[in-house]
């Protein structure tokens, strides 16, 4: 099954080609080419969402497919996900039978279904998603789940090549925790640094203590940037991390230590309200590019004047969400590519 997971479950030919296509349609901008006429995606959204689900839709509908967006809970069933769930509670619908039924009507389903955040085990384990897929038929996209977001990493790569000229090698990549009011997943950190990696950048996680991302993510990203030249570190003083950064990637995510215990989770966060990108900040840099997943707590996680200032790429980032997407079909549909 042509399921997109994670692009780690995937060979660099398949990630290389895929982001070949993103540039190539991110040239092109706001094409309408039609090669998936006759296709439909249906695209779940246990989360809420503006970007993914906008540029999925858009993505759709200007390659041909039809896109049908469902919200559990929202006008559909809500969904129990465990094997030998006892189905007593506000849960009228098995995953069981409702991946099996939408793999009947669709030729692919986009699923967005983020982390518990108390339960590290599952999350980092992908479970819920991985349930998702196992149920399916039809092709599984991942739309953002517990511990990674594909759609966003291809986009992010994109924005890169596109700001560096087409040769991010050896440039420094800053992937920088911030304050956030709530505890956040680690899906788009993850992606960031794997995607950073790849593109043999040396990649510097800022982070404060006891927020690590995942010895498995990291030491995955660190064969990657071996394998590309470049470098994987770590930094618990957002300052020095930045200073001579080439690419600025804010995001906050929940911390690792106290994860499990999301009291301890929100009194150890409330300490670390100075971990946000300020003009004093970029200015440490080499010129550098600031970049951000959205959306974006303005004045929290970055003051106005760095997402209002000449080196914000955080909407051309945005932008390439929508190419991104349509690479992503393609890569899932097995479908020509684009002209041009
Ligand atoms: N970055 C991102 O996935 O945005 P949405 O949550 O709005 O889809």
Redesign the pocket.
């Known amino acids: 099954m042509n399921h997109l997971i994670g692009w780690h479950h995937l060979d660099h030919a398949e990630w290389n080609q895929a982001l070949k296509s993103s540039l190539r349609l991110g040239q092109q901008g706001k094409a309408w080419d039609r090669r998936a006429e006759g296709k439909s995606l249906c695209l779940m959204f246990f989360n ?6 906008a540029s999925m839709e858009v993505a759709s509908a200007q390659l041909g497919a039809r896109a049908t967006t469902i919200s559990p809970g929202a006008g559909t069933w809500q969904m129990a996900f465990d094997d030998g769930a006892v189905m007593d509670g506000p849960e009228a619908e098995h995953i069981q039978e409702a991946v099996g039924v939408l793999s009947k009507y669709f030729d692919a389903i986009g699923v967005r279904v983020f982390a518990s955040l108390s339960d590290y085990h599952k999350d980092s384990r992908e479970y819920l998603i991985n349930r998702f897929a196992a149920a399916a038929d039809v092709p599984v996209i991942n739309l ?1 789940s517990a511990f990674c ?1 594909p ?2 990493e291809l986009a992010d790569a994109s924005t890169i090549m596109e700001a560096l000229d087409g040769d991010p090698r050896g440039r420094k990549f800053v992937l920088t925790w911030c304050y956030h009011p709530k505890a956040l997943p680690m899906a ?1 950190a993850n992606s960031a640094v794997s995607m950073a990696a790849r593109l043999g950048m040396d990649v510097v996680v800022a982070r404060p203590e006891g927020y690590e991302l995942d010895e498995t993510v990291m030491n995955r990203a660190r064969q990657y940037a071996e394998a590309a030249g470049g470098s994987l570190t770590e930094s618990t003083n957002q300052d020095e991390a930045l200073a001579g950064a080439h690419v600025v990637y804010a995001k906050s995510w929940a911390g690792r230590a106290v994860y499990d215990d999301p009291d301890a989770e929100a009194a150890s966060r409330a300490q670390l309200h100075d971990w946000r990108v300020t003009e004093e900040r970029m200015s440490r840099t080499d010129n550098g590019v600031f970049m951000h ?3 974006v707590r303005r004045n929290v996680v970055v003051d106005d004047g760095v997402l209002d200032g000449p080196h914000a790429i955080h909407l051309r980032q ?1 932008e390439y ?1 929508l190419y991104a997407q349509k690479a992503i079909l393609e890569s899932v549909w097995n479908l020509k590519s684009a002209p041009g």
């Open positions: 809420p969402s503006l970007r993914t689900r953002e977001h759609c966003q788009v997943c959205l959306p945005a969400r």
